[in-house]
């Protein structure tokens, strides 16, 4: 075995990890965020996460045609392109809420998990059937900014490319400005007064209908963004490239202890590294008798693995005491 | 007020079906009947492009052919199904279409994988299927009477993928990826094993059902670097795979079989893909003197380009109605075992050349192309470079 292929590779496979696990991240945070105020699942959040992915391909795509791509200033294109996602795609979280949650709060826990799903596979071929009648066309591709390609070449066998470092940084800023709005103000303590115990809250003077609705907006928000950061860094999406991202960040949600927002960070980088790992070194360590193919199998066993000594997750549930 | 809603939505319902009745069994008076012809194809999702190709094709020689069969009095209809590139539903449309006694041949699929399972179905009934796409080696090598294919063969495209490789490209290392279906991973095995035997070095080989995120395995293939990547699959995963590998700096020459073969190839990645090779058992419709009016009459009709197999589908469609005609002479209604015994007796010079099946089903001599990204335009596919041409016969079958 090539030890020097091995450490060659090593910090090369360890930042494709942390992007995808900042992207997992992201998108864990719909998840935990809803579970923490609703306990439950909300299984449309990957169509939300898609949603954001084509409001940002659809906004380029018309810069591109109108020519101001190549002329705006990347950074400010990149910035309003986040924010619409976000914005477009928190709307959409609250109308989902609204409209196939809330009517429903009061029944059986199975009840809106069922409306959820049926929300997302509405929202699939939504989307697939605006997109073939708008532009006859299934697959949709990001086009390239010429910045965000360029590349740094670290040693002959790393390099780290500018959109990477953009889909970091962004992710970065997004969590702490999410733990600081949760942590250090009203709106997060009332926030969090909400997921610990909603009559109460409701007591305390607490809007709890306004404050479920801010928690899809944000959930959705943080979402769409990613959505959005998934098409930059991919490059390609369709309709259905939600559902395989939406799972493994549910997982990852799990895996820190759903309803926990610090544990969806953690799980989603802990998942990204895991799926890295798994994918660049099995067919190295195994010599070809294990390939990249296994990664999932190889990430969900050390999942189950973690979750049998720690079933509430990495950094433990969080769910509201019971009266 | 609900109730008064349902049973207006009845009195709707009712009216609607006293409609259609009449309609739905119309008497012809002169007529014989209705001959029907189905594809299957992926109508939707990532592979439509392709799929779309092979109903449109099929559509046009319908239209153009079915002259004959009408004057005898038969009405002639096409039945698209949508197999979505899915064996399963390739499947419940297969069971659909032998239940519907007037369907008497399938023009299809484009996957090999969902051929075959569905290729089980036909042979229940003995309904003729001519496959204008599937080169995987199995699809005919299990010598059904009923299947038939107008296109080349998996077990020798790649091994005109590792002669060219070997011999123009002068490749010493490859890197093999392939999409873990019947149709990728067979051509990639097999040249596989031809690179192998050729002095290659395989020092790769990858499954892969990934669509978006390739980072983690183009990493050990750059640390690698080969000197060819050859990707088994549909150019849905190729092309964002092969965009990331350049964007990621791997200089590696790419190579893939005719799965690569569609205009969304360059629409997804560009230019990172210009200048590569694939080879093919399709080749532009400008490779075929015949096939321009063909290439007109279609570009007019459906206002966009014949996608690849488009020629070949329409090719597979006049062999099916010829071989309709054929045992409707004498007046006679022709049956699904009288059209798949005649399909085997028609010698047919199409657009893509003169096709003759050998006993297993395989057109005795197929053509086979190595040809080279021409511009990163998609409407410009149609002019990609042919590098080469062979003509090969189709292996004898395997020894039961």
């Not at chain 1, 996602?85 to 429903?104: H, Q």
């Not at chain 1, 889909?167 to 709106?187: D, S």
């Not at chain 2, 299957?40 to 779309?52: D, H, K, M, W």
């Not at chain 2, 005719?258 to 090779?277: E, N, P, Q, R, Y």
């Amino acid at each position: 075995m090539d030890f020097d292929l091995l450490v060659g590779i090593f910090p090369q496979v360890l930042l494709d990890g942390l992007i995808l696990g900042f992207m997992y991240a992201l998108i864990a945070l719909g998840y935990t965020m809803v579970y923490g105020v609703l306990e439950f699942i909300n299984f449309a959040h990957s169509e939300i996460f898609v949603v954001g992915a084509f409001v940002g391909v659809e906004i380029l795509l018309s810069l591109q045609s109108a020519g101001w791509l190549e002329r705006a200033p990347w950074i400010l294109v990149l910035l309003a392109v986040l924010l619409a996602g976000a914005v477009i795609s928190g709307l959409l979280a609250v109308t989902i809420e609204r409209v196939a949650y809330r009517p429903l709060r009061t029944a059986p826990r199975l009840i809106p998990l069922i409306s959820a799903i049926g929300v997302s596979f509405f929202l699939q071929d939504a989307v697939r059937l605006v997109e073939s009648i708008w532009r006859n066309a299934f697959n949709l591709v990001y086009p390239p900014m010429d910045v965000l390609n360029e590349r740094y070449e670290l040693t002959s066998t790393i390099d780290v490319s500018m959109k990477s470092l953009v889909v970091i940084v962004a992710a970065l800023l997004m969590l702490w400005g999410l733990h600081a709005l949760v942590n250090r103000t009203k709106i997060g303590t009332a926030i969090r007064a909400v997921a610990e115990d909603q009559a109460a809250a409701s007591l305390m003077g607490i809007n709890v209908n306004r404050i479920i609705s801010l928690t899809f907006l944000i959930g959705g928000a943080m979402g769409g963004a990613a959505g959005v950061l998934f098409g930059v860094q991919y490059g390609l999406i369709n309709p259905y490239t939600g559902f395989i991202p939406g799972l493994k960040a549910f997982t990852a949600a799990v895996l820190g202890g759903i309803g926990n927002i610090p544990g969806a960070m953690v799980g989603g980088l802990v998942l990204g590294l895991l799926e890295a790992f798994a994918a660049s070194y099995m067919s190295l360590l195994t010599g070809g008798a294990f390939g990249a193919e296994y990664k999932d199998i190889f990430a969900f066993s050390v999942l189950i693995l973690i979750l049998i000594f720690r079933p509430k997750g990495l950094l433990g549930e969080v769910v509201r005491e019971r009266a | 007020m609900g109730s008064h809603f349902i049973r207006g939505v009845l009195v709707l319902c009712l009216a609607l079906a006293v409609g259609f009745v009449p309609a739905a069994s119309p008497v012809d008076a002169q007529g014989k009947g209705t001959v029907k012809i189905a594809t299957q194809s992926p109508l939707s999702g990532g592979q439509a492009a392709l799929g779309e190709g092979i109903k449109l094709g099929t559509q046009l020689a319908v239209e153009k052919f079915k002259g004959n069969l009408e004057k005898a009095g038969w009405k002639v209809e096409l039945v698209p199904f949508d197999d979505q590139a899915k064996p399963d539903v390739g499947v419940a449309n297969a069971k659909n279409i032998i239940a519907d006694k007037d369907i008497l041949g399938v023009i299809g699929h484009l996957n090999s994988g969902v051929a075959i399972p569905s290729s089980e179905v036909y042979k229940e009934v003995n309904l003729t299927m001519i496959s204008p796409a599937n080169t995987n080696p199995t699809v005919t090598d299990r010598g059904y009477a009923n299947v038939y294919r107008v296109c080349g063969r998996d077990d020798v495209q790649g091994v005109v993928g590792s002669e060219f490789a070997h011999g123009s490209l002068k490749s010493k290392t490859a890197y093999v990826i392939h999409d873990k279906t019947t149709y990728g991973q067979g051509v990639a095995e097999f040249f596989k094993a031809d690179a192998e035997k050729k002095g290659i070095k395989v020092i790769g080989f990858e499954g892969t059902e990934e669509k978006s995120n390739f980072d983690p395995i183009i990493t050990p293939i750059k640390a690698k670097n080969p000197d060819l990547i050859y990707f088994g699959g549909i150019y849905e995963q190729a092309a964002p795979f092969f965009k990331a590998a350049r964007e990621k700096g791997i200089k590696a020459k790419f190579l893939g079989p005719d799965g690569l073969d569609s205009s969304d190839l360059t629409k997804i990645a560009g230019k990172t893909v210009v200048g590569m090779h694939y080879t093919s058992v399709a080749g532009p419709v400008s490779v075929y003197p015949q096939a321009k009016q063909f290439a007109d009459e279609y570009k007019k009709k459906f206002g966009k380009n014949p996608e690849p197999f488009a020629a070949q589908a329409y090719d597979a469609t006049a062999i099916l109605l010829k071989a309709i005609e054929a045992s409707a002479k004498g007046g006679k209604a022709p049956t699904r075992d009288s059209v798949t015994a005649a399909v085997r007796d028609v010698k047919h010079t199409g657009i893509t050349g003169t096709v003759e099946f050998d006993a297993k089903g395989d057109p005795k001599k197929a053509l086979y192309f190595v040809l080279q990204v021409a511009s990163d335009n998609p409407e410009k596919w149609g002019d990609n470079k042919e590098v080469k041409r062979l003509t090969i016969a189709a292996p004898a079958a395997p020894k039961k």
